[in-house]
């Protein structure tokens, strides 16, 4: 897997280290009470999963399948709900999960979902945040890492379902693609 990678753009220890940041000022900005979390499949898995061990708060964790993508390089600009049931958010916090926002077309369409279905607020964390023009007008309250716009794999970012393994972000070389 490392042979496919051309270079690390951030490194496991860096990710690490930021999370610990990132928890820090989501336990500050929520008041008490139970938040609800939905992390968005299968992207966020691995951030998602760092991330909550460190929140040290009562917290209702929830999974949600969207496709923007379809597995290839470019988004395909429709996003679909996958699952038959949406979770239960009427009168709830939430805290929405995202690997990275790209176009901004996943974030800004879950989130308009999870508003219609009642949620009383929606906070959105990203691990990645490509530094370029968004299709539809979102903001992630928190982010990791900004980062250029290329194409990227790793912790928890696949290229045809791989490399979501990886413990590092990288992009990949030309010939893996
Ligand atoms: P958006 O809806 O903001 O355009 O894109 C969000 C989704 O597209 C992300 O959740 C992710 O699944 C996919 N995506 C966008 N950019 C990249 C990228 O650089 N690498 C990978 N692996 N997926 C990406
Ligand atoms: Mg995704
Ligand atoms: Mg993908």
Redesign the pocket.
Known sequence: MRDDIERVLIDEAVIQKRLDAMALDIERDFPGGTLVVII?LK??LVFAADLLRRVPRQLEIECLNVA??HGGLE?SGK?DFLDRHFPEVKGRHVLLL??????????HAVERRLLEEGAVAVHTAVLLA?DKER?EEVNADYVGFEIGD????GYG???KGRYRNLPYVGVLKPSAV
């Not at 995202?98 to 974030?107: A, F, M, S, V, W």
């Not at 290329?150 to 794999?153: D, K, Y």
């Open positions: 968005l992207g966020a923007s993508y988004s996003v995202d690997d990275i926002l790209d176009t901004g077309r996943t974030l490509k299709a290329e194409f990227v794999v970012l696949d290229y």
